[in-house]
Nanobody, 119 residues
Framework: QVQLVESGGGLVQPGGSLRLSCAASGSIFSTNVMGWFRQAPGKQRELVATRSSGGFTNYADSVKGRFTISRDNTKNSVYLQMDSLKPADTAVYYC?????????????WGQGTQVTVSS
């Protein structure tokens, strides 16, 4: 069983920065994708950024150039550096891990951390 523990959310002014962290306990195996999703009030959960164990990254268009995803595979951790934050970035941010095994994908979610961008 894998558990994801997130940290780093909070209140920040527009234009500010935050760094989210997510640590996975348990074995997530060597082939996986770690990333971040977010859900704003009244909206569906959406992809923010992902990074595979092979180093491939994917960003939502709305965060390209402002957010940077990184990983530390030795710590089973993924990070999201968020710069130039906007009020539209306000949401609950969820860490996600997809473990890729032959014929099956196993997915885990963190509990979520609130990010509020407001003056």
């Amino acid at each position: 069983q894998v558990q994801l523990v997130e940290s780093g959310g909070g209140l920040v002014q527009p234009g500010g920065s935050l760094r989210l962290s997510c640590a996975a306990s348990g074995s997530i195996f060597s082939t996986n994708v770690m990333g971040w999703f977010r859900q704003a009030p009244g909206k569906q959960r959406e992809l923010v950024a992902t990074r595979s164990s092979g180093g491939f990254t994917n960003y939502a268009d709305s965060v390209k150039g402002r957010f940077t995803i990184s990983r530390d595979n030795t710590k089973n951790s993924v990070y999201l550096q968020m710069d130039s934050l906007k009020p539209a970035d306000t949401a609950v941010y969820y860490c996600n891990v997809k473990i890729l095994r032959p014929g099956v994908t196993i997915e885990y979610w963190g509990q979520g951390t609130q990010v509020t961008v407001s003056s």
